[in-house]
């Protein structure tokens, strides 16, 4: 498939590595933004605005994010993430509560997750986009 075909919501992990110098995830980011696959969310923005350090760096994170595909949380998928976490907990699994919110938001609409963080992997429905 290619990747402009694909939707892909990008963990805060890996947009991380986008903002690092020669970073190979970060390199992939790029390409997938160029192809207009990357997709965002709220708990996404929360995570990197709060890592910001100049008015310089947020100006350009916003411009990144502002022509985005932005996906968020309704009343029900909060049902839903609440759910997938007491399942998961009941399984002997707490994972952090903002990738809860972020696998939530891939299985609802539909999107692989592009991240670092292998737990992701332990989380049933779950596609993980593997560059």
Same mark, same amino acid.
């Given at each position: ?29 790029e390409r997938l933004l ?14 990197? %605005?709060?890592?910001v350090k100049t008015e ?58 592009? %991240? ?14 593997g560059g």
């Open positions: 498939m290619e990747a402009m075909n694909k939707r892909i919501l990008a963990d805060t992990s890996v947009w991380v590595e986008f903002f690092r110098p020669a970073s190979a995830k970060g390199k992939e980011l160029l192809d207009d696959a990357i997709w965002t969310c709220g708990i996404v923005l929360f995570e990197l %605005t709060q890592g310089t760096e947020r100006k350009h994170m916003l411009d990144i994010f502002s022509g985005l595909p932005y996906v968020e949380m309704s009343e029900p998928l909060w049902l839903k993430a609440g759910a997938l976490s007491a399942a998961l907990k009941r399984k002997g699994l707490t994972l952090p509560n903002s990738d809860i919110f972020i696998a939530s938001l891939a299985i609802e609409h539909d999107l692989s997750v592009f %991240t670092l963080d292998s737990h992701f992997e332990q989380i049933p429905g779950v596609k993980l986009y």
